[in-house]
């Protein structure tokens, strides 16, 4: 149920400002860790980031995908969770529009289904990297902060491997690769955001919105609390 009772509470509002920071922290990382060649550098910084901002800002959700699935298990508000939305999609538009303005290229900064793949497989991909993400997100919730922080990095990082990797270059020779535009750091299935705020941010500051739907449209109903 509403609670508008929550506006007026010091709590509240600061849990939205750790959202807000949390996932432009994040997306600010991993959108700069992704100028780099490979697929490796940005899935570890998107592990290291995870894991350093749930040790150090009380686990916020930093991940929309997460907040709606506290939303369908009820462990969370309507009202506080759909602020957090709003903080989450805010920072990371902020984040994304930094990068931009720092990176050259705006094809790396947008995930993508690969050429290789098709948006059924992503959607599969995301479905998969999304739920043991949540898994891990909530086998973590009464744990320790160190340890929380590196079961959610550990899980985002192998997620990122998993389905970032560059496409193959078919046998082509080097001189039509050397002329040719650099892959994108895509893989057969999708980008491997699990974060449709990583994905949201990118898409509204380059306007490039291919296959966007892939990063909203799996489901993100975790399993049920055994307690």
Do not use: Y
Not at 150 to 168: I, T
């Amino acid at each position: 149920a509403l609670c508008p009772q929550e506006l007026r509470s010091g709590c509240f509002w600061r849990g939205l400002l750790a959202e807000a920071a949390a996932t432009l922290i994040f997306v600010g990382v991993v959108l700069g860790a992704s100028a780099a060649p490979g697929p490796l550098a940005p899935a570890l910084a998107g592990g290291l980031v995870t894991g350093a901002l749930a040790s150090t800002l009380g686990a916020p959700q930093a991940n929309p995908a997460l907040t709606l699935a506290l939303l369908c298990t009820r462990k969370l508000g309507a009202l506080h969770g759909a602020a957090a939305l709003l903080a989450q999609c805010a920072g990371a538009v902020l984040a994304s529009a930094a990068a931009r303005m720092a990176l050259p290229d705006d094809a790396g900064l947008v995930t993508r289904v690969s050429v290789p793949g098709t948006a059924g497989q992503a959607l599969a991909w995301e479905t998969f990297a999304t739920f043991q993400l949540a898994l891990a997100a909530f086998a973590t919730t009464d744990r320790a902060a160190p340890q929380a922080g590196l079961a959610l990095g550990s899980a985002v990082a192998a997620g990122a491997l998993a389905a970032v990797r560059n496409p193959p270059t078919l046998g082509l020779p080097a001189p039509i690769l050397a002329g040719s535009e650099p892959p994108l750091p895509q893989g057969p299935f999708s980008g491997g955001s699990m974060n449709p705020a990583r994905s949201l941010g990118p898409a509204i500051v380059t306007g490039i919105w291919d296959d966007h739907w892939v990063s909203w449209g799996h489901p993100r109903v975790p399993p049920r609390d055994p307690s």
